[in-house]
């Protein structure tokens, strides 16, 4: 379940995402920073060699989400827990929140508190196959409460179409064997879009885990 796809107003920052000169540089600046994030990355793990064809094999997509008001203060699950099928996923929201992550120390799910210029990064499941599990793609949901309605902005960088997905051999090592086969980035999307799709904490690792 996800929430209906719109592009349309809300306060602040994603109001003149009606207008496109502002939405595209908006998209540019995040996008931006989706680049400075990966290449930080591929950087930290010395495989910084690989940038180039890195960014060839991949785009970016933004994405507006609403969410209705519930009208109720009982927590509503309006986004199941997931984790993303993304490279790196930029996330902004309004000042009514409603992201929650889950600890990967003790599973509890914590409350998302962003200030209102700050943007969330996180890891996707196509940067973990990347680096060989070497980093954290944290499970996510949002539970909606009150009377208002929430809108986030969402960029994704993902592999291009008809892309392989693969680790880069000198990650690993004995120390840390390899997790993931190589895979084709549509398949990976028909398995988790499937609708006997596998309810796992890391679908990435029932796909192709080794
Ligand atoms: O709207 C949000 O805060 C989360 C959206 C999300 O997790 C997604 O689009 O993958
Ligand atoms: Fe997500």
Redo the contacts with the bound molecule.
């Keep these: 379940m ?2 209906p796809l719109i592009l349309i107003e809300t306060d602040g920052l994603l109001f003149n995402l009606l207008d496109s000169e502002t939405l595209n540089s908006f998209a540019k600046k995040i996008t931006e920073l989706d680049e400075m994030v990966r290449r930080m990355v591929l950087e930290g793990f010395g495989v910084e060699k690989y940038g180039d064809e890195h960014f060839e094999s991949t785009c970016t997509s933004l ?1 507006i ?1 609403k ?1 209705e008001a519930p009208m109720t203060n009982e927590g509503i699950l309006a ?1 199941n827990p ?1 984790t ?1 099928e993304s490279v790196v ?1 930029i ?1 902004h ?1 309004t000042q009514v929140r ?2 929650e992550v889950r600890s990967n120390v003790d599973g509890e799910w914590f409350n998302v508190k962003l200030s209102p210029n700050s943007f969330l990064v996180m890891a996707g499941d196509i940067f973990l196959a990347c680096v060989n599990g070497r980093l954290h793609a944290p499970y ?1 949901r ?1 539970i909606m409460r009150g009377t208002e309605h ?1 809108y ?1 902005a ?1 960029l ?1 960088s993902v592999p291009k179409a008809g892309c392989e997905v693969r680790t880069r051999e000198e990650l690993i090592d004995e120390e840390h064997p390899q997790q993931y086969k190589p895979f084709d980035y549509d398949k990976y999307l028909d398995f988790i879009c499937a609708d006997d799709a596998p309810v796992a904490k890391s679908p990435l690792r029932v796909f192709c885990g080794v």
Aim: hydrophobic residues 30%; proline residues 5%; without cysteine.
């Design positions: 996800g929430p994405r989400n969410y986004f997931h993303d996923t996330l929201q409603g992201l996510h949002v929430r986030s969402v994704f």
